[in-house]
């Protein structure tokens, strides 16, 4: 092999390897939809939780306050009411095959609007047109604004 050679041929991978990653991720990292994704996902494990540790369900921000350490970007959301929470629901087993598992228990507060994300009952995070919303079944829980919640802050 010639000198030219022995360097254009890692060249040449090095150039390959970076076009191969220019197909573009769907949900780059800093991505609002990823960063959406999470907030739900994040809503979704505080209640499931909650529900797996008393039994019962939350009935508001009050019983998510001790996540506030481990799980802070969902709380947040929430306590700001950047995601709406239909407070007081069983979630559904995600592995079960129950129609209530389909019906909303946390959207972005611009989902009923203009679509976004939505967290169902079985735990999964999907995103939805304004009108999808509109014809998904809800669960049966009560919202709380946030500004009555109170900004409670950490448990202690």
């Known amino acids: ?5 022995r360097m254009t041929l890692p060249t040449l991978a090095l150039a390959a390897a970076l076009a191969a990653g220019c197909g573009g991720d769907p949900n780059p990292p800093n991505s609002p939809q990823l960063y959406q994704n999470n907030v739900l996902a994040e809503v979704g494990d505080m209640y499931n939780t909650h529900f797996v540790q008393h039994k019962k369900p939350p ?3 009050k019983d998510l306050s001790p996540f506030a350490d481990t799980l802070p970007t969902g709380l947040g959301a929430a306590r700001r009411g950047e995601v709406v929470v239909l407070w007081g629901v069983d979630p559904v087993d995600p592995a079960g095959s129950d129609a209530a598992g389909e019906e909303i228990l946390a959207y972005l507060k611009e989902a009923p609007e203009s679509g976004g994300g939505v967290l169902t009952r079985n735990l999964k ?18 919202v709380e604004e946030p500004a009555k919640a109170g ?3 950490k448990a202690g």
């Open 1 to 5: 092999m010639t000198k030219l050679s």
């Open 59 to 61: 009935q508001g921000l």
């Open 125 to 142: 995070v999907k995103s939805m047109t304004a009108d999808e919303f509109k014809a998904a079944p809800k669960a049966a829980g009560k």
């Open 151 to 153: 900004k409670s802050g």
